[in-house]
């Protein structure tokens, strides 16, 4: 059985502008659904499931995410700094590497997160991958298990779990922003601003991209009018409601 990974990054460095104004004095991580920060909602999945070590990359109020997650046991908070220029996703994770080192490792966004419904999703998902076959593996929520989510879909799911671009299906699946990815798709990149998107793509042109669908409830809070859904999503996921 593959080990699970211990190590994770939770992309936490983006500008959040649209979620002013709450973001003018505070890092969108560290905006709070229920009384706890999405960064802690993310990190405490991490924590759950065993992982040992998590980056953080930060860019805007850095010192405020900093600050934060000084005090957290577990996992352990490498802080990744891109203070002086945004990476955009895949150019954060490239910059990381050091810390992440050569086994697969999670990924996590810092807007999005979950309330897991029977064995942890994370642990689902470590169960799943397979890195003979896989490059990429990623958490994936239906729209109708989804709150704020205003887009359309992302993915279509093949029998065996192969990943292609849904183009708008409804049929298809939402990317829930966790996934676990293998270090060496970024063998030749440089830490230059650019997208997690062109990864997912490559390795769908090489049949190595794979999804495993969650199970429980997926939230997303992308503006202000937002945290009210997530909380009375997360009071109800809580209560059995959802």
């Known amino acids: 059985m593959t080990a699970r990974p211990d190590t994770a990054i939770v992309l936490a460095a983006g500008l959040g502008k649209r979620m002013r104004p709450i973001t003018d004095t505070i890092p969108k991580p560290l905006v709070r659904i229920a009384g706890k ?3 802690d909602w993310g990190l405490d ?6 992982v040992a070590k998590a ?3 930060v860019h805007y109020l850095p010192e405020q995410i900093v600050a934060h997650v000084a005090a957290r046991q577990a996992p352990k908070i490498v802080i990744s700094d891109e ?5 955009d996703s895949a150019g954060g994770i490239v910059k990381a590497l050091p ?3 050569q086994k697969p490792f999670y990924i996590l966004n810092a807007d999005t997160f979950w309330i897991d419904h029977g064995p942890l999703n994370l642990g689902r998902l470590a169960l799943a991958w397979d890195a003979a076959k896989m490059d990429i593996l990623l958490m994936l929520a239906d729209l109708h298990q989804a ?3 205003c887009g359309s879909t992302d993915f279509l799911v093949a029998p065996d779990g192969a990943l292609r671009r849904s183009k708008g299906d409804q049929a298809g699946l939402i990317y829930a922003g966790a996934a676990i990815i293998h270090p060496r798709l ?5 830490a230059e601003p650019h997208s997690l998107n062109a990864y997912f793509d490559k390795a769908i042109a090489a049949g190595r991209l794979f999804g495993m669908p969650m199970h429980g409830h997926w939230i997303t809070v992308g503006t202000p009018d937002a945290i009210p859904q997530a909380e009375a999503a997360v009071a109800g996921a809580l209560t059995g409601s959802q």
């Open 37 to 39: 920060t999405l960064l």
């Open 186 to 190: 970024f063998k030749d990149a440089t």
């Open 99 to 101: 810390e992440l080192g």
């Open 147 to 149: 709150t704020g989510h």
């Open 55 to 57: 980056v953080v990359n």
């Open 45 to 50: 999945s991490l924590a759950a499931t065993g």
């Open 83 to 87: 203070s002086d220029r945004l990476l």
